[in-house]
């Protein structure tokens, strides 16, 4: 499997979890997936959300499910794909919303390293997927992992925006303080659910005039 590295600020906030007994079962249970069967994404980007967004520089968290279980589409962090990849329907359904609320023109592709750059942490509550099985490493300990993510984020930073998309999401982030960030709920992005309160919930704008608002530089949700 190679070695496990996370940015620095995450690797400090996050250090108890990485010698837990939970977090060394689980990376034990990985190193054996990896070798017997095809897992996304590779186990260098496993932690791709947390390096491209350093914990200080988090003003958005989006929280995904499961990595994407199709060949070449989860690179490790939630919604992207790399830009040679076909778009998925929730990203398009994404995508549509990103239009309609702030009349930004669909991209040709679909990485969204962009957004990371600018504070956008992607994160899905779980982190890795075995090949064409969606939910396969539910229950391994990356659900504990994640959860500790977001009471981190929760407990030393204030003003951030958490987009929850479907009720995945937003049991995930029951533990955010609501007096201390700003939460956006509605349905997931996936073609069964996005008629239902996704298309229309505006939550890019929503998110930028709470940002302005806090005198924090909003987020340019442009893709080029």
């Known amino acids: 499997m190679g070695t496990w590295t996370i940015e620095e600020t995450w690797q400090n906030q996050l250090k108890e979890d990485f ?4 977090f060394k079962e689980l990376r034990k249970f990985l190193e054996s997936e990896y070798k017997k069967k095809i897992i996304y994404p590779n186990s260098s980007e496993i932690f791709s959300a947390f390096d491209k967004t350093p914990f ?8 995904g499910q499961d990595p994407y279980h199709g060949p070449d589409q989860a690179h490790g962090m939630c ?3 790399k830009p040679e990849v076909k778009i998925p329907p929730s990203l398009r359904n994404i995508f549509k919303e990103l239009q309609s609320d702030l009349g930004i023109t669909p991209p040709e592709h679909g990485h969204l390293i962009s957004w990371a750059e600018q504070g956008v ?13 969606a939910g396969s490493h539910h229950g391994k300990g990356w659900e504990k992992f994640t959860d ?5 984020l929760n407990k030393e930073r204030e003003d951030l925006v958490f987009l929850l998309w479907g009720s995945p999401a937003q049991k ?9 960030h700003y ?3 509605c349905p997931h992005p996936s073609p069964l659910a996005a008629y239902r309160g996704f298309f229309g919930s505006r939550h890019f704008s929503k998110t930028n005039a709470f940002l302005k608002s ?7 949700w442009s893709i080029s």
């Open 19 to 22: 010698s837990a007994k939970y």
């Open 56 to 63: 200080e520089d988090v003003k958005v968290v989006i929280i």
């Open 79 to 81: 919604f992207s794909v």
């Open 121 to 133: 942490l992607l994160l899905n509550a779980v982190l890795t997927v075995e090949e064409s099985k």
């Open 148 to 152: 500790r993510v977001i009471e981190v």
């Open 172 to 180: 995930k982030a029951s533990k955010v303080d609501s007096n201390k």
């Open 183 to 185: 939460i956006l709920k």
């Open 214 to 220: 806090k005198g924090i530089t909003p987020i340019d």
